[in-house]
């Protein structure tokens, strides 16, 4: 267990759906980061937020969204949703910088239908 | 564009066979370099990790790699592999680009390890 929750474990809906997903970082790391592992894309970084601030953006769509809230949890959202969203979506924590060690989250699997 | 290339896709070995897993990545600056493992049904975990000093980087359950500069290869080595290490291996790259802010993987290796 790394200490880093996702919700849900599991997401089904249909093209041009919304959803969000959560993440919770390890106690007293303040950047989470967003990833996406699709079979054609492998792990892709999405985006990094530290202490509630954007700080890096990696291959994010305009579709997809994110924020960290001042308990420092984190959402993605995902809008217009697309059959070629369908992948894992990992939240990962750290200390400080990405520099720092890395927790991953088990994850979310979205399915879109 | 920054990438990291790991040479192969899938791996299987024997019990007690060596392991190496060839990682190159194509960035001309300062670079911190990671592998990471994910073993069946369980999330990502960092291995090692190299950002300065000896160039051979020991990790944990007997892995290690080798940051050669000349070859922007960071290779990941164990003498003896077993049945529990079966998993999916990825190489990661942190590039000074303004700060180190993005991790960039390489597209795994999945290694399967028969008793």
């Known amino acids: 267990d790394s200490g880093v929750t996702q919700t849900p474990k599991h997401l089904i809906t249909a093209t041009g759906q919304r959803v969000t997903l959560r993440c919770s970082p390890r106690?007293?790391?303040?950047?989470v980061y967003w990833y996406q592992q699709s079979l054609d894309q492998g792990l892709q970084f999405l985006i990094q937020y530290y202490n509630g601030e954007e700080r890096a953006k990696g291959n994010i769509l305009e579709r997809f969204s994110a924020q960290q809230f001042p308990d420092l949890h984190s959402e993605l959202n995902l809008s217009s949703l697309e059959l070629g969203d369908s992948a894992l979506y990992f939240c990962?924590?750290?200390?400080?910088?990405?520099?720092?060690?890395?927790?991953f989250g088990p994850g979310t699997r979205l399915t879109v239908l | 564009a920054q990438s990291v290339s790991q040479h192969n896709h899938h791996v299987i070995l024997s019990e007690a066979a060596s392991l190496e897993l060839g990682c190159n990545y194509s960035?001309?600056?300062?670079?911190?370099l990671f592998w990471y493992v994910q073993y069946p049904g369980q999330h990502l975990q960092l291995l090692l990790k190299?950002?300065?000093?000896?160039?051979l980087v020991k990790g944990i359950k007997g892995f290690e790699a080798e940051f050669i500069k000349s070859k922007f290869s960071f290779n990941l080595r164990k003498p003896s592999v077993q049945w529990s290490d079966t998993a999916e291996y990825f190489c990661?790259?942190?590039?000074?680009?303004?700060?180190?802010?993005?991790?960039?993987f390489g597209a795994g290796t999945r290694l399967a390890v028969h008793p």
């Open positions: 190299y950002f300065s000093g000896d160039p």
């Open positions: 990661a790259v942190i590039p000074f680009s303004g700060g180190y802010n993005k991790l960039i």
């Open positions: 960035y001309g600056g300062t670079v911190n």
């Open positions: 106690s007293g790391d303040l950047s």
């Open positions: 990962a924590s750290s200390a400080g910088t990405a520099l720092n060690e890395q927790f």
